[in-house]
């Protein structure tokens, strides 16, 4: 595991946390997620980290896969023991909020995708107990209505080919748990408008618009003028609808188009991807065969260098032995040599011959005990004459 992540994991309050260190999690889950995949591992990890950043970085990891690998994903999602065991509701946040983020996307894979999402949230809503659990609208809240912006385009969920059984105990979880919120914000009140419309349940009606409402009909009674009047402009208004209706076609016609080239773009980012992920391990490789070779030329050098010096010593010894010998020789030919050069000047005789014959005979025997030989040389010179 990486360090990082690991660091993260290990932060007590985690809710107190900064949104750079939520962010870096959900980098790092979708990094974990993309090496080893939607495993045991990868989602103990996730169940151990932050609220909310494992959903994301699920649909962050399936948008990379291609169409047919994202319902294996997710179907590897629901076999792992922490989704099975929904220890503390832990898989109905999940759902809920695996649910909100693939809302934010549009295509028939990620619709196939909600409609299992769908009927796997009724099943999930009980602890091991057969309890309900007891903030499931603060659950809805947090993970899913807080999640979604107004502008979410919300698909027709009736039109999903979701069992009818099943529909409707995922449509009375979630018109309940709605109904409950206190006290919702401008922007939760709208998202609650668009989710029941896009359930085709109506939404509690608001006191204001219903008092607009009425005093509209009171003055169409009154005024009936202007009744005719709108009735004279209904053709007008119709064709203003049909040119509205052209209007949305095409820009859903450009927008299935741009979802293709998405598509096309995911693949070949798939591919880029894969292709970096191999050339990053050749480098990895011979990054480390180029550290082998320059610990071995390291070695080698210390070895040469070990050999030069000891050569060195060697050679200083034999320099110096060389000398010891020629000073030994030196100083036993000197008596000889002492000898000679007072017989030098001496008119040669017999005697003096037989001596200095005897004196070279005493050089030779020294300089062969020393190592210095004639013997070999003369033999050679023998063998030539023959």
Known sequence: MDKKLNELLNIKKKGEASIEKKKNFTELLFKEFSKQGINENTVSIMDKGFSFEGAKAIVMYINTL??????????????????????????????????????????????????????????????????????????????FIHVLSPKTKLPNFRQLDIDDRVFSQFEKVLTQTISEIKNPTKNEKQVIENVLKSLNTEAKPNTEITEKKKQLETNNKKGNKKTVLYKKNDNHTIKKENVNDTKITELENKVRELQLVIEKCRDENKIIGNELHKTFKELEETK????????????????????????????????????????????????????????????????????????INTIFQLLEKNGISFKEKERSKEIVKK
Do not use: W
Request: charged share 30%.
């Open 288 to 359: 480390k065969h180029n550290a082998e070779l320059i610990q071995r030329c390291n070695t080698l050098q210390n070895d040469l260098k070990k050999h030069l010096n000891i050569l060195n010593i060697f050679e200083k010894n034999a320099q110096n032995s060389q000398k010891e010998l020629l000073n030994s020789i030196a100083s036993k030919l000197k008596c000889e040599y002492m000898d000679f050069k007072s017989a030098k000047n001496i008119p040669m005789t017999v005697d003096l011959g037989e001596n200095l014959r005897d004196q």
């Open 66 to 143: 291609q169409n047919k690998e994202k319902m294996n994903a997710v179907n590897a999602l629901f076999k792992t023991k922490t989704f099975k065991n929904n220890n503390k509701g832990i898989t109905f946040k999940l759902l809920i909020s695996l649910f909100a983020e693939l809302l934010h996307m549009s295509g028939p894979d990620n619709n196939k995708m909600i409609r299992l999402i769908i009927s796997e949230v009724p099943k999930n809503l009980k602890n091991k107990d057969g309890k309900e659990f007891g903030d499931i609208n603060i659950i809805i809240r947090k993970y």
